[in-house]
């Protein structure tokens, strides 16, 4: 990967439906010479594919909180994955240090919706048991690049 990809890379961040043409007037290059770089791009994994960000506050999802996951016994990340990747409301996980074996950010309607959707991953075999925060107000929301 060299700069002219990095270039490219930053702004299929910033907007992900920009055109070849677009990007290329940015960096300095003609439209099909972005297209070879960006399937070059997608080719090599560099880039895993193109999303809509949805507000969540647009599908009433506005109850936020984070869950600790306590699994019984050990569990593979893949297995914790298949586990959450069921329960729609699980918008991130990660595995963590700590006595947590996961933390999962959770969006819900409602503190009632936030519950169920806890109740279901409590159900899946592995879990052993849960602890969550509701967050009560964003202080710092940084897009990631």
Not at 58 to 66: F, I, K, P, R
Not at 67 to 83: D, N, W
Request: hydrophobic share 45%.
């Amino acid at each position: 990967m060299d700069d002219l990809d990095r270039s490219i890379l930053t702004c299929l961040q910033r907007d992900a439906r920009a055109t070849f043409a677009e990007v290329g007037a940015e960096v300095s290059l003609s439209a099909p010479a972005v297209k070879r770089r960006v399937d070059r791009l997608v080719a090599s994994g560099a880039i895993r594919g193109f999303t809509a960000l949805v507000d969540p506050a647009v599908l009433g999802w506005q109850t936020e909180a984070y869950v600790e996951i306590y699994c019984k016994g050990t569990v593979s990340p893949a297995e914790l994955r298949r586990t959450l990747a069921d329960v729609p409301e699980v918008v991130g996980a990660c595995t963590v240090s700590g006595s947590a074996d996961a933390l999962v950010h959770v969006l819900a309607s409602d503190v009632r919706h936030l519950e169920q959707a806890m109740e279901r991953i409590r159900e899946e075999p592995n879990v052993d048991h849960t602890e969550s925060v509701i967050v009560l107000s964003r202080l710092i929301d940084r897009p990631r690049s």
